[in-house]
């Protein structure tokens, strides 16, 4: 059974920086394709940013709201998904959740079937 759980979250000031893990469990190899959602009070939940499965090498993607601040990253060996957040805004507050899909690559909720319990994010002063 594949499992993601995430970790990381907290408490940080306007301009500051969080890194979020996410351990990965249950899959038999890397063909997976990883993603970060995020869902603030009373909104939808959102992409974040995405990584393709490894092979040749991953791609990576993101929203526009987060580009230039926000790095996915995956580590293999350590069978983990990292989202590494700098320049912090209050409009980041929100839960992060973790998704993970048997194919190369997805930005759209829909095309995860697999998710984490989400870990908060809360960016204030």
């Known amino acids: 059974q594949v499992q993601l759980v995430e970790s990381g979250g907290g408490l940080v000031q306007p301009g500051g920086s969080l890194r979020l893990s996410c351990a990965v469990s249950g899959f038999t190899s890397d063909y997976y394709a990883a993603g970060w959602f995020r869902q603030a009070p009373g909104k939808e939940r959102d992409f974040v940013a995405g990584?393709?499965?490894?092979?040749?090498?991953?791609?990576?993607y993101y929203a526009d709201s987060v580009k230039g601040r926000f790095a996915i990253s995956r580590d293999n060996d350590m069978n983990t998904v990292f989202l590494q957040m700098r320049s912090l805004r209050q409009s980041d507050t929100a839960v992060y959740y973790c998704?993970?899909?048997?194919?190369?690559?997805?930005?759209?909720?829909?095309?995860?079937?697999?998710w984490g319990q989400g870990t908060q994010v809360t960016v204030s002063s």
């Open positions: 990584i393709t499965w490894s092979g040749s090498g991953s791609n990576t």
């Open positions: 998704a993970a899909t048997y194919t190369y690559l997805a930005t759209t909720e829909a095309a995860f079937p697999i």
